[in-house]
């Protein structure tokens, strides 16, 4: 597709959403079992049930735009999750992976949040106002689990500080 309006721009931002956020689906599982902390673990979870509630609505956003949400792969997700991955086969102790595995749920949301406020903001200039008022929603719940994971860091970061005790 040749990306010559913004519409057509806003179409290739969500499918590379998409492409983002299946990878997250794939990814949590993996965080979830790796982590040593229940808070930690539920925090994954609810992200996870966030992330499937995230591609209905991207599949609702692009089924009105008649396009199909499939074709681009997001390499900055990819390269996100490969951090994740790496940190786990390095096997640091529990804490610390817990800390890391953390810092790595918490570049992914900012990561979204980014890609999520550009489309918002897109949607409303293209006219696309219930797409606008979806996408704000999916905003808003990536910055509440943010504000959670910072919540959790503190408490976290501190046991990594001094692991084992």
Known sequence: MELDTLEKLYIDELKDLWSAENQIVKALPKLIKAARSKPLKQAFRRHL??????????NRITRALGVSPRGKHCGGMEGLIKEGADLIRERPEP?????????????????EMAGY?????????????????????????????????TKLAKRINVEARSPGD
């Not at 049930?49 to 991207?58: G, I, N, T």
């Not at 804490?95 to 990561?111: N, P």
């Open 117 to 149: 406020g550009t489309v918002r903001t897109w949607a409303r200039l293209l006219g696309y106002g219930d797409h606008a008022k979806l996408l704000q929603k999916t905003l808003n719940e990536e910055g509440d689990t943010d504000k959670g994971l």
């Open 95 to 111: 804490e610390v992976l817990d800390a890391g595995l953390l810092t790595a749920a918490q570049h992914v949301e900012h990561y």
């Open 49 to 58: 049930a966030q992330s499937r509630e995230h591609l209905r609505r991207l």
